[in-house]
Every structure is written in C-alpha cells, then in structure tokens.
Nanobody, 125 residues
Framework: QVQLVESGGGLVQAGGSLRLSCAAS????????MGWFRQAPGKEREFVAA????????NYADSVKGRFTISRDNAKLTVYLQMNILKPEDTAVYYC??????????????????WGQGTQVTVSA
C-alpha cells in the first residue's frame, strides 16, 4: 500500500509558478504509476498529468501541456508537478494519485487506487 501527502500549494499571481510535491510511503513506490488530478469548486475532478514508474511515458491534459511538468524521484519517494505560467483557471485542489496498473492514459479518477488529501492552488488574475 501507498500513503500520499501533497504539499507546495498556495496563492500565486497569474503567470507565476509553483512546484507541488507528493511524498509517498512504502517500499513499493517505485513500482507504482503516479498521477496528478485537480478539482475546482463545483467541478468534477479532472486529469492533469501522469507518469510511469520508469518515467519513460508521460501524459498531460491538453490544458496544461507546455506549462506543467510531472517528474518523480523514486529514491526520494516523491513525485512533483512543476506548474509554470499559471492561469486563474488552474485554481483547484490538486491531488496526487498512485496505482500499480493505471497507465498514463488512465484519465478517469476511478482508475487510480491511492490518493492524497490534496493541496490548494489559487491563482489570482
């Protein structure tokens, strides 16, 4: 099993940057694929990015391509989401997810087994 804790959220002006971190527990972390999702007030949880356990395959939502970068450091049991050129529409609670079998094309939240509690990202105009 994997336990996930997100951090790094906060308030930032449009055009700014934030880096989210997701710290994981468990020696099996390196075998899990990882993803980031976000949920804005009144909206459904949506896919942001995913990365395989080898970091060979990465997928991004169209809305964040060219601005966000997902990466992982298996030795540190951590996955990151570097967010640049932030927009007000990026405002949401960002969740880290893990699953032993979900692929980078698993864009539905119900395809992922383990979840963190989320970290708030607010982007002001």
């Amino acid at each position: 099993q994997v336990q996930l804790v997100e951090s790094g959220g906060g308030l930032v002006q449009a055009g700014g940057s934030l880096r989210l971190s997701c710290a994981a527990s468990g020696r099996a972390f390196s075998t899990y694929n990882m993803g980031w999702f976000r949920q804005a007030p009144g909206k459904e949880r949506e896919f942001v990015a995913a990365i395989t356990w080898t970091s060979v395959v990465i997928n991004y939502a169209d809305s964040v391509k060219g601005r966000f970068t997902i990466s992982r450091d298996n030795a540190k049991l951590t996955v990151y989401l570097q967010m640049n050129i932030l927009k007000p529409e990026d405002t949401a609670v960002y969740y880290c997810a893990a699953d032993p079998t979900a692929s980078t094309r698993s864009t539905s939240s119900d395809q992922w087994k383990y979840w963190g509690q989320g970290t708030q990202v607010t982007v002001s105009a």
